[in-house]
């Protein structure tokens, strides 16, 4: 089983590697997690500079694709020969997007019909997108879903392995990381129809160019 996440220069250092972490504690035959870009290595927004392990070409053959987010994403969810270059299929594979990445969820319209969740700073581009955003950590519509600001991450990456493998693999993924002496409760073990559901606050004092 392959889970690609789609990186980019100038992408949001947590919110590749928050995902990237959890998603590696994962003991399954046969389980594999590659970064992909279009490039051989990315900065992060912060100055980390990662290799990449193959090409976005791959991830139309992957079980799970999830979006970074970053700066980038505003160039690239306008950029046709880039987005061209994504076949991706919601009905047999496992799409995700974290912050700003909805914006190239939605530029490939796996977001029509769809409710949507992305970081504050962006959500007035994904609404001119005609996409629905509401206010929730998590939300997910079939195969296809959105998480917003970076420990939502954690929600995503537990989508992506119960999906796929089942509750005992999320359990013992999160058992590694979850604070001693304190439950871990995520938006995503709430039913289907309230993950889309939220009253939080928006976020204050975020820098425009982080998610």
Same mark, same amino acid.
């Given at each position: 089983m392959l889970v690609a996440q789609v990186v980019f220069d100038q992408f949001t250092d947590i919110d590749v590697f928050l995902a990237w972490d959890l998603l590696n504690r994962v003991r399954h035959p046969g389980w594999s997690v590659k970064l992909l870009g279009t490039a051989s290595h990315y900065t992060s927004r912060t100055g980390?500079?990662?290799?990449?392990?193959?090409?976005?070409?791959?991830?139309?053959?992957?079980? +799970?694709?999830?979006?970074?987010?970053?700066?980038?994403? *505003?160039?690239?969810?306008?950029?046709?020969?880039? #987005?061209?270059?994504? *076949?991706?299929?919601? $009905?047999?594979?496992?799409?995700?997007?974290?912050?700003?990445?909805? #914006? #190239?969820?939605?530029?490939?319209?796996?977001l029509d019909g769809r409710p949507a969740t992305t970081?504050?700073?962006? %959500?007035?581009?994904?609404? %001119? $997108?005609?996409?629905?955003?509401?206010? %929730?950590?998590?939300?997910?519509?079939?195969?296809?879903?959105?998480?917003? +600001?970076?420990? %939502?991450?954690?929600? #995503?990456?537990?989508?992506?392995? $119960?999906?796929?493998?089942?509750? $005992?693999? *999320?359990?013992?993924m999160l058992a590694e990381v979850r604070p001693v002496g304190r439950d871990l409760v995520l938006a995503s073990d709430r039913p289907a129809g309230s993950s889309a559901v939220s009253h939080a606050e928006p976020l204050r004092g975020s820098r425009q160019d982080e998610q």
């Open positions: 980390l500079t990662v290799p990449m392990h193959g090409s976005i070409d791959e991830a139309s053959s992957a079980d +799970a694709v999830l979006f970074s987010s970053g700066p980038g994403t *505003r160039v690239l969810y306008r950029d046709p020969g880039y #987005l061209a270059r994504f *076949r991706l299929d919601p $009905e047999r594979q496992l799409i995700g997007s974290m912050c700003s990445g909805a #914006l #190239l969820l939605a530029a490939l319209g796996l970081h504050p700073i962006v %959500a007035e581009l994904l609404r %001119a $997108e005609g996409v629905d955003v509401v206010q %929730a950590p998590f939300v997910r519509s079939g195969k296809v879903a959105t998480a917003a +600001a970076c420990l %939502a991450g954690v929600d #995503l990456a537990s989508w992506v392995v $119960e999906s796929l493998l089942g509750p $005992e693999a *999320r359990g013992a």
